[in-house]
C-alpha cells in the first residue's frame, strides 16, 4: 500500500487488509499541474507542426506519450487572469467573475485546489500568479508566486514573509523552488496538488543566457497570412498587436539603437535591462552584438517586406528560445517523479493560458476567437489510469480542468460548475460529449485593441460577434479556410448554418447563465484596485 508516494508502508511485512477509508487514500492521485503562458500549440513538437519539429519539446511530448494529447483543446477568453480563473473554478468567467485582466479574483469561491485541500490533500503555488496581488483566501499550504506579469531575469519573488528579488533565471528559478518543494518541504503523508505556473514563453520573450543564441542562426518559414490585409474583418483592422507595427523595437525585438551600441531601441516600458546584473548583461549584450551589428549596417537597404520578415525572425528565435527552458523545467519535474516512485500516480498536466499567434495574420498576442489563440496546447499523463498514447479528439476546454481533477481525486464536483469532467472521455467510455464550444473576450478597450467579442464553435463551423461600440458578425467554414481569411458571414450559401450557429450561441448562454447581453453591450470595464506590497 503507497499512500502519496511514499515507500513505508509499501514495505510492512504481514500483508494486512486495508480498510476502505486507506485503500481510497492509496489511490487519490497527486496532481501536478504545469501552465506556462502565451504557448502556442505549433510550438509544441507533440502537435507535429513544422515550427515544433524545428524547435522541439521532448520533454512535454514525453507528457504526451505517457499518457493523451488533446488536439481540440480551446480556452473560454484567450486571456491570462480570466483562464485562470477559469481553470481553477471551472466556471465561465461571467460566473466566476473575472473576466478581464486587472480584475481580483475572489480566492474564497470554490476551487479544485480548495476543495481538494479540504479533502486532505496538501498544496502549493508556485509561479506566476496574475489573478490577485498574494493567494490569500486560497488554501495553499505553500506558495511562492512572481510580481504581476513576473520578469524573465531576477524576478521579484512575493511569499507569505513579504518580497525579494533573487538573482537568476525565472524559468529555472521556478523549477528549482519546485522540486524543494516536491522534496524538502511538502507534507508526504498527504497527497498533494501543485500549480506550476511559468511566465515564459509571455512577452517580451528574453531567453535564459545558455539559449540566447540557440535559434540565433534559423530561419522559421514566414506564415502565408504574415501579410494579411483583413479584407472582410473589420476587427482585426482595427488590432494593434503587429509583429511588425505594434511590436516594440527595443523592449520586445531587442533592436539596438546603431553599429557597436548595446542600449535597445526606444524602450517606453519597464526598462528590464536594467534588471540585468553587470556579469548578465555583458553576456547577453554579446549574444546580440553581431546580429544587432548586422541589423543595424543594413536595415537603410532593407525594403520595408524586409524588415517585416527580419522582425519575424527575430520574434520567433527568442520566443522559441524561452520555451526551450519551459520543456527542460518540465524534464526535470518527470525525472523527479520517476526517480521518487512518483511517476505512477501523479496526474502531470502541461498547458499554456491560451494559445498565441506566431505571425499567422502578422500578429503576436491572443485574444480573437481565431483558431491560434482559442486553441490551447494540453497533454497529460496518469499512468496508473490513463493509457499511454491516447489522442482524444473531442473538443475540450479549461472549464472541464477542474472536474476532472476532482473527479479523479473522488470529491465531489460542485453543481455549478461549467465544465464537464474528462474521466470517462479518458477511460473511452463518453459517449455524449459536447459538439459546441462558447466563448466570450471582454477586454476592450485596452492594450492590443482587439474587440470584445463572443461566439460558437462546432467541429467545422465558426461564428462570432464583435459588439462593442460596433455590430459586426463573422462566420467561418474551417474546413475550406482554416486560416478564417475569408469571412464568409453574407454568403447565402451559408444562411442556413449561421441562423443555426445563432441558435446555438442563445441556447449556451443560457445553459451557462450568461446575463443578457444588453448588460454587456455598453458596460465599461471596472479595473480593482489592488492592495498594495505592504498590504
Ligand atoms: C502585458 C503584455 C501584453 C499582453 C498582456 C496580457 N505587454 O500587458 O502584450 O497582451 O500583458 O498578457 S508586456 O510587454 O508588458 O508584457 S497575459 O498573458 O498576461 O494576459
Ligand atoms: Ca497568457
Known amino acids: 500500500l503507497m499512500v502519496a508516494g511514499t515507500l513505508s508502508q509499501a514495505v510492512s511485512a504481514a500483508p494486512i487488509e486495508a480498510a476502505p477509508a486507506e485503500a481510497a487514500e492509496a489511490q487519490r492521485p497527486n496532481i501536478i499541474y504545469i501552465m506556462s503562458d502565451d504557448h502556442a500549440v505549433r510550438a509544441v513538437s507533440a502537435y507535429g507542426d513544422i ?24 480556452v473560454t477568453n484567450s486571456l491570462c487572469g480570466p483562464s485562470r480563473a477559469a481553470m481553477f473554478t471551472g466556471k ?14 475572489d480566492g474564497t469561491q470554490d476551487t479544485w485546489t480548495n476543495l481538494l485541500h479540504d479533502e486532505g490533500y496538501t498544496t502549493a503555488a508556485i509561479g506566476k500568479w496574475h489573478i490577485n496581488l498574494t493567494p490569500d483566501g486560497f488554501k495553499f499550504d505553500h506558495w511562492e508566486i512572481l510580481n504581476d506579469q513576473g520578469e524573465y531575469y531576477n524576478p521579484d519573488w512575493i511569499t507569505k514573509d513579504g518580497v525579494e528579488t533573487e538573482i537568476g533565471y525565472t524559468t529555472d528559478m521556478i523549477t528549482q523552488k519546485t522540486i524543494t518543494w516536491l522534496d524538502s518541504q511538502r507534507d508526504k503523508d498527504k497527497p498533494f496538488a501543485l500549480i506550476m505556473h511559468h511566465k515564459a514563453p509571455h512577452r ?19 506564415p502565408e497570412t504574415y501579410f494579411d490585409d483583413y479584407e472582410g474583418r473589420v476587427a482585426a483592422q482595427g488590432q494593434e498587436m503587429n509583429i511588425y507595427r505594434d511590436a516594440q523595437e527595443g523592449h520586445d525585438l531587442k533592436m539596438t539603437t546603431g553599429v557597436g551600441e548595446t542600449e535597445w531601441r526606444k524602450d517606453i516600458w519597464p526598462h ?3 534588471r540585468l546584473t553587470p556579469e548578465q548583461r555583458a553576456e547577453w549584450d554579446a549574444a546580440y552584438q553581431e546580429r544587432n551589428d548586422y541589423m543595424n549596417k543594413n536595415e537603410a537597404n532593407w525594403s520595408e517586406e524586409e524588415m517585416a520578415i527580419w522582425k519575424y525572425q527575430r520574434y520567433m528565435q527568442d520566443y522559441l528560445a524561452t520555451i526551450r527552458s519551459v520543456d527542460d523545467s518540465v524534464g526535470e519535474v518527470l525525472d523527479y517523479l520517476k526517480a521518487n516512485d512518483l511517476h505512477e500516480n501523479t496526474i502531470v498536466v502541461y498547458t499554456s493560458d491560451q494559445g498565441f499567434y506566431l505571425g499567422e495574420h502578422g500578429w503576436f498576442d491572443k485574444r480573437f476567437m481565431y483558431e491560434e489563440s482559442f486553441r490551447t496546447p494540453l497533454v497529460m499523463q496518469y499512468p496508473a489510469r490513463i493509457k499511454a498514447g491516447t489522442v482524444v479528439e473531442e473538443m475540450v476546454q479549461n472549464i472541464d480542468y477542474a472536474p476532472t481533477f476532482l473527479e479523479y481525486a473522488g470529491v465531489e464536483i460542485p453543481a ?21 464550444l462558447y466563448y466570450h473576450f471582454y477586454e476592450f478597450p485596452a492594450i492590443h485593441r482587439v474587440q470584445r467579442h ?44 449561421i441562423k443555426r450557429l445563432k441558435a446555438e450561441i442563445l441556447k449556451l448562454q443560457n445553459q451557462y447563465d450568461m446575463p443578457p447581453m444588453e448588460e454587456w453591450v455598453r458596460a465599461p470595464l471596472r479595473r480593482q484596485r489592488k492592495p498594495r506590497l505592504s498590504e
Not at 92 to 105: L, S
Not at 205 to 216: G, K, S, V
Not at 455 to 484: A, I, N, S, T
Open 51 to 74: 515550427i515544433g519539429e524545428m524547435a522541439p519539446t521532448p520533454n512535454i511530448d514525453r507528457i504526451a506519450e505517457n499518457g493523451v494529447r488533446f488536439d481540440n483543446s480551446f
Open 92 to 105: 465561465f468567467g461571467h460566473k466566476n467573475g473575472f473576466m478581464y485582466n486587472g480584475q481580483v479574483f
Open 204 to 222: 517580451n520573450w528574453m531567453p535564459a543566457p545558455e539559449y540566447t543564441q540557440l535559434f540565433a542562426d534559423v530561419e522559421f518559414p514566414v
Open 272 to 274: 528590464l535591462l536594467e
Open 416 to 436: 455549478d460548475v461549467d465544465g464537464v469532467s474528462m474521466v470517462d472521455l479518458l477511460a473511452g467510455t463518453n459517449e455524449d460529449w459536447r459538439t459546441s
Open 454 to 497: 463572443y461566439g460558437v464553435r462546432d467541429e467545422r463551423y465558426k461564428l462570432m460577434h464583435f459588439y462593442f461600440r460596433m455590430d459586426e458578425w463573422e462566420f467561418y467554414d474551417l474546413e475550406k479556410d482554416p486560416q478564417e481569411m475569408n469571412n464568409a458571414y453574407n454568403d447565402p450559401k451559408y444562411a442556413k448554418e
